[in-house]
């Protein structure tokens, strides 16, 4: 029986990249005789427009019944002004918590042959390869109670909860440790538990759960000095666990420092190992339509699919070794492109990473 993926192109630039990574995987299917059965959905923006919900019923029950989605990315401009239970992110949120995928992995790795694309030094930089771990279904983006409310002077307030309980913790600490046990073997956990309780019990919990691991070394760092330390030595980290929001903000700071964020992919997987891929990147409203879109991080994704979701180590490892000789062979999209390299848009793009497996 062939693998159930299901495939969320998504808004904007999410049709054009995600018809890449299809492309790959027709490839992969042929080589390695890995048969997929793939089925679309709708969701975002362009599910709003079609049925007036940003993630339909329908969508919830594919994403149940399939081992596992591919995803392009949602939102753009022209939804900003919805409500916000109508905008593409919150369907995007819907799904996450409605498949449970409490544990997004961020992998950044700096491709040799990008080096000069980082905006820091090449000797900070080079060589850099570090998994973010982030919580992704609890914290301060779904704790209740929320809202705007008037106060008694007639002033608005906004407010929103930040909490964790233990169960939440460990699991995601097991996810960050098992995780280590395959790379360098070792773990920071990024809080603040100087200034916030929830961050003291993650702490607490982080600290317990280590100890079913003795050969990984943990440590914990406050989360304004991780974002210091990031840009100053970056190299230090091996995995990076960290709650909902730290993660938000300090996985799209690891990604600058890879030099594009067309290049990164991630996974979000749930205690099954069901996961949803998608690149790291917005739907990148500004350059949709114009072809020229990097497709690699969500080629990239469809990598950490057959991994993490299908146990297809081979097949996953051929697509990374493609995407290196690819940029082994100079070609760029204009977004990684400078002096002396091959100027190709994201079609070209996907040909020479099929081309190349
Ligand atoms: P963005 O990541 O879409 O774009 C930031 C910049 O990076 C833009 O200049 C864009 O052109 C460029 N860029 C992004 N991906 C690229 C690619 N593959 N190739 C070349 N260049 C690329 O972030 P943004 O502008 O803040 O957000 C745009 C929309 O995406 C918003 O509606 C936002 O809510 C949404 N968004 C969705 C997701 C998701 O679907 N998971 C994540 C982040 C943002």
Redesign the pocket.
Known sequence: MGKKLLILK?DC?GPE?VNEAIKVLRKISQLYSIDFEMTEGLLGGAAYDETGDPCPEETLEKGHQCDAILMG????PIW?GLDRRFR??TG?LKLRSDLELFGNLRPAILYPQLVAASSLKPEIVSGLNILIVRELTGGIYFGEPRGIRILENGEKEGFNTYKYCESEIRRIGHLAFDAAMLRDKRVCSVDKANVLEASMLWREIIEETASDYPEVTLSHMYVDNAAMQLVKEPKQFDVVVTGNMFGDILSDAAAMLTG???MLPSASLNKNGKGLY??C???????AGQGI???L?TILSAAMLLRHSFGENEAANAIENAVSDVLDAGLR?P?ICSQGNIRVNTSDMGDAVAAAL
């Open positions: 998504g630039i990249i990315s949602v939102g753009g900003d593409p992110e995007l594009s964020i067309g998608e690149p990147h917005g739907s990148a409203p500004d350059i879109a990097n497709p991080a999209t977004d």
